[in-house]
């Protein structure tokens, strides 16, 4: 692609790193694609961390973005679309700017119930990249004609993995993710704790964010589980670094609308299996034996039974690490850059062709 090319991309960029939940990493993620696409200084960023209290500063970059960039991506919040679209709209209409709206999480159907005007604005859009193919299907339904499949994809610190592993007599697990309720972390929590007086020889690490409004319940229950342990956060592109040296990856979640979480990226890049719900789009990521183990969602009295399951498969668990292996190249930037890319091509083309 032209060096010389001026792409536009409005989204929580944080650039002091400060934040670590899906949205922002998403978002850095994709800055950092465009920049090796088309180099640092032809991307320009409209940061909309905290734009309710930077209103001014942020209407300024987004006019300049959208007056200045044909080109110009969208990486948004539920609330950042409700903001956002209608201007972002506007701009495809009057400006012919061509907005690429990446999408954030996995309930944009569910909101379009709530907010159908927002299907003219998203077909307004040359293309709105959802990460689930079952997603794809349920916004066609609702009227989105250009609704198309794009996988979440992270750039991670190359890590050298060892082709098997010993597993057993101990094990240690993690939760990497924000820590909150709908997240499970409690239930993580208290079942590790329940295997132990079981007699099983298990620990527990949490990384991640605590939600401010979790911190108080948090810290109560690490006061009762001498198990656990919390690790903080860690920068994105070290997370396979970091979950590299667990059994498993534990995903009790209880928000059944997750898109494609990162982290599972991180623990299937790292060969680490996942004992998972299984929210809306689990098949999507994961394949019962052969990434790991995953149970009935809404059900996380069953996260045990599983953990158990991966404990008796001993050294045998080696084969799981071979499916998460395999099933982590679905999720490179490498294939993802070469969507992104033949796309701005075909669609610059077909505009200079008329």
């Not at 961390?49 to 990486?75: E, G, I, P």
């Not at 972390?185 to 605590?210: F, H, K, N």
């Not at 299996?273 to 034996?289: F, H, N, R, S, T």
Request: net charge negative.
């Amino acid at each position: 692609m032209g060096s010389n090319k001026r792409v536009g991309l409005i989204g929580r960029l944080d650039p002091d790193c400060e934040l670590f939940d899906g949205q922002t990493v998403k978002t850095r993620m994709m800055y950092r694609l465009l920049c090796k696409l088309y180099g640092e200084g032809n991307v320009f960023v409209v940061d909309t961390k905290d734009y309710r209290h930077n209103a001014a500063r942020v209407a300024m970059q987004t006019a300049r973005c959208l007056l200045t960039c044909k080109d110009v991506f969208v990486s948004l919040s539920r609330n950042g679309r409700k903001a956002f679209f209608p201007l972002l709209s506007f701009a495809a209409r009057h400006l012919h700017t061509r907005v690429y709206h990446n999408l954030i999480g996995g309930w944009l159907a569910r909101d379009l119930g709530e907010y159908p005007r927002q299907v003219d604005y998203l077909n307004d859009f040359k293309v709105n990249w959802v990460e689930s193919h079952q997603l794809v299907e349920s916004l066609g339904k609702l009227g989105v004609s250009n609704a198309e499949f794009l996988p979440n994809f992270k750039y991670l610190d190359e890590v050298d993995l060892p082709a098997t592993r010993h597993y057993g007599p101990s094990y240690r697990f993690c939760t990497f993710s924000r820590v909150q309720e709908l997240k499970g972390v409690g239930d993580a929590m208290d079942t590790v704790e329940r295997l132990c007086m079981e007699g099983l020889d298990c620990r527990l690490d949490v990384y991640g964010p605590i939600d401010p409004d979790y911190k108080e319940e948090f810290d109560t229950a690490l006061a009762r589980c001498p198990h656990v342990e919390y690790k903080g956060c860690v920068a994105p592109e070290r997370s396979v670094w970091a979950i590299a040296g667990y059994d498993a990856l534990m995903f009790p979640t209880k928000w059944k609308p997750e898109g494609i979480p990162g982290t599972i990226i991180d623990a299937l890049t790292a060969g680490v299996p996942v004992i998972a719900a299984k929210w809306q789009y689990y098949d999507e990521m994961l394949d019962d034996g052969v990434t790991g183990f995953g149970y009935e969602f809404g059900r996380n009295e069953l996260l045990a039974g599983e953990i158990k399951r991966f404990i008796a498969l001993g050294n045998g668990a080696n084969e799981l690490r071979k499916g998460c292996l395999a099933r982590a190249e679905a999720y490179s930037p490498e294939a993802v850059a070469d969507v992104v890319a033949h796309r701005i091509e075909d669609e610059t083309c077909r505009e200079e062709a008329r």
